[in-house]
């Protein structure tokens, strides 16, 4: 079963628009844990964050933002004044305590950012 | 200390043959998780180590597939009788202790032909 689900496949934007990611994921447990990678064209995967399950302040990092939300069990990220260094694929992904803790990605959604 | 590396960088191997994959974790990290990332696709899970404990293997896809971990530190994942599918990008990671952090190598292109 799908365990993190990233329905977006591509977004393409322009430089300095805001864009937002979407991260769906489903789990039983009630402690878990999720992250977001980037990829960028160099291939070697870079960790953004890590949020457990019973912390769900949002965050924000520079022109970066997430935000979790368990009631929806969605965890978005968000980038303000998009630039063409974003542009990367992006990944979402779920750790479970009950589940071993191996970690599951979703799909990744691809960003283009146009000068 | 150095990243996550992993080796070879690139392998070219004919169908039907064996291959093994080597990672080298970061000193120390107790985890190591192996994936599979054909172009243009996402992460495949394949295989996780946590310390001592039985290895989660639920993601092999075959029974071609396997792994090991000596002494808890490098990992070499062995292909067995090749096959063109399996051509992809192989991905290893380790964190310091379960649920944190992963920090990847830039993984190991198969290509079989």
């Known amino acids: 079963a799908q365990k993190v689900t990233q329905a977006q496949t591509e977004i393409s934007v322009v430089e300095k628009e805001d864009v937002t990611l979407d991260c769906v994921y489903e789990?039983?447990?009630?402690?878990?844990?999720l992250f977001w990678y980037k990829q960028p064209p160099s291939g070697e995967l870079v960790f953004l964050i890590r949020?457990?399950?019973?912390?769900?302040q949002n965050e924000i990092s520079g022109r970066y933002s997430w935000n979790f939300q368990k009631s929806t069990s969605s965890f978005n990220f968000t980038i303000t004044a998009s630039q063409v260094v974003d542009s990367a694929v992006y990944f979402c992904a779920l750790s479970e305590p009950g589940n071993n803790n191996d970690m599951r990605f979703g799909a990744g959604t691809r960003l283009t950012v146009k000068p | 200390g150095a990243g996550v590396s992993q080796s070879p960088s690139n392998k070219v191997t004919e169908k039907g043959k064996d291959v093994e994959l080597r990672c080298d974790p970061i000193s120390g990290h107790t985890a190591l998780y192996w994936y599979r990332q054909s172009l243009g696709q996402g992460l495949e899970f394949l295989i996780y180590f946590q310390g001592n404990s039985a290895p989660d293997k639920s993601g092999l896809p075959s029974d071609r597939f396997s792994a090991e971990r000596t002494g808890g530190s490098v990992s070499t994942l062995t292909i067995q009788r090749t096959q063109q599918e399996d051509s992809a990008v192989y991905l290893c990671a380790s964190s310091p202790l379960r649920n944190t952090e992963a920090f990847f190598g830039q993984g190991t292109r198969l290509t079989v032909v």
């Open positions: 949020r457990n399950s019973f912390d769900e």
């Open positions: 789990t039983r447990d009630t402690t878990y844990y």
